[in-house]
């Protein structure tokens, strides 16, 4: 399908930085756009809510400053991600510096976003809806969002449960617009996987977290070089809503990661992300499945060159894997 006239010509690779909590800000979301991927980074990461502004300003300019001295490369359009629910009290606040700085891309999470759509389109934005389900996809478009994520199982931070061949097919029955997919992708080969599952995008968040840009902690990061898929727990307790967190990081807090009660939806607190008992974010960390292909701490720029080498590769490899076979 045709890419959304925003990205299209600005990337080095079909891939979109997921916005994550804590972790993501200017530093991360500049290097990811110079590397030729989408940046982004959570409204409510700037806080108090007057630095929001402060971000916009500053990676909005030090990006249009980047594309004219380099107008060779690639340079890709940043987002911002709101949370769409009662427990932000930010959202018309953040919303309105979105339009004031006409942010390329929103990125919404939770329920149908009626109101940043209006917003987005009034500037010529377009908005992304993370959905883990054929329901929530159903009623995002409904709600006129221009493209798809698709938050598959293995996704780091709060994800689904489906498999990513199951939803992409089901969503591809009734939306030929932009997908993006989401869930344990941190190699080259993985974004050349989702494009052959049927995505436009990857969208990748922990490999991102071990890089020496991103706002998270030296043992966080290491504890993620050290992981492998079977390290990762599935719960509801820390925010109301079913995530993929770090073992090592639940049992350093104090709890058997092995048998974790379930928490209701109505603790859901993103504001402060996470309740003050359980300290998601802080101290029990997220991650996606795809941890046991992250052995390495470099910057965005390094990491992206070597995706890009691997997915070169493994297209080359598929393509004359096909040359082959027609010679037969």
């Not at 530093?27 to 502004?53: M, T």
């Not at 727990?233 to 090592?248: A, E, I, R």
């Amino acid at each position: 399908m045709t890419l959304p006239a925003v990205v299209q010509g600005r990337l080095s690779l079909p891939v979109i930085g997921s916005p994550m909590f804590i972790v993501s800000g200017p530093e991360l979301v500049i290097a990811q756009c110079k590397a030729g991927i989408v940046g982004s980074f959570p409204a409510l990461n700037a806080r108090p809510k007057e630095v929001l502004e402060e971000w916009l300003k500053r990676i909005s300019g030090e990006l249009e400053d980047y594309r004219a001295k380099h107008p060779e490369k690639p340079v890709a359009p940043f987002a911002v991600n709101q949370i769409v629910h009662h427990s932000n009290d930010r959202l018309m606040h953040d919303m309105e510096l979105c339009v004031k700085y006409k942010v390329p891309i929103i990125i919404t999470s939770l329920r149908a976003p009626n109101e940043v759509v209006t917003a987005a389109h009034s500037y010529g934005g377009i908005v992304l809806h993370d959905v883990i389900n054929i329901r929530h996809a159903k009623k995002a478009l409904e709600a006129g969002v221009d493209g798809l994520i698709l938050v598959c199982a293995g996704a780091g931070g709060h994800a689904g449960t489906l498999s990513p061949f199951a939803l992409v097919s089901e969503v591809r029955q009734f939306f030929d617009g932009p997908i993006a997919l989401s869930g344990s992708i941190a190699h080259g080969r993985h974004i050349l996987a989702a494009q052959a599952l049927g995505a436009d995008f990857a969208y990748i968040g922990t490999r991102f977290i071990a890089t020496q840009e991103a706002n998270a902690t030296p043992d966080y990061k290491q504890m993620l070089v050290d992981s492998a898929a079977g390290d990762i727990v599935y719960s509801s307790l820390f925010t109301g809503v079913h995530g993929n967190y770090l073992k090592k990081s639940i049992a350093n807090a104090g709890l058997d990661p092995d048998n974790l009660p379930e928490a209701d939806k109505s603790t859901m607190s993103f504001g402060s992300g996470g309740s003050s008992k359980s300290k998601a974010w802080r101290d029990i960390w997220g991650a996606g499945q795809g941890v046991g292909s992250i052995h390495d701490m470099p910057p965005v720029a390094d990491l992206v060159a070597r995706l890009k080498r691997e997915y070169d590769a493994a297209k080359a490899e598929l393509l004359g894997g096909v040359a082959a076979q027609a010679a037969e």
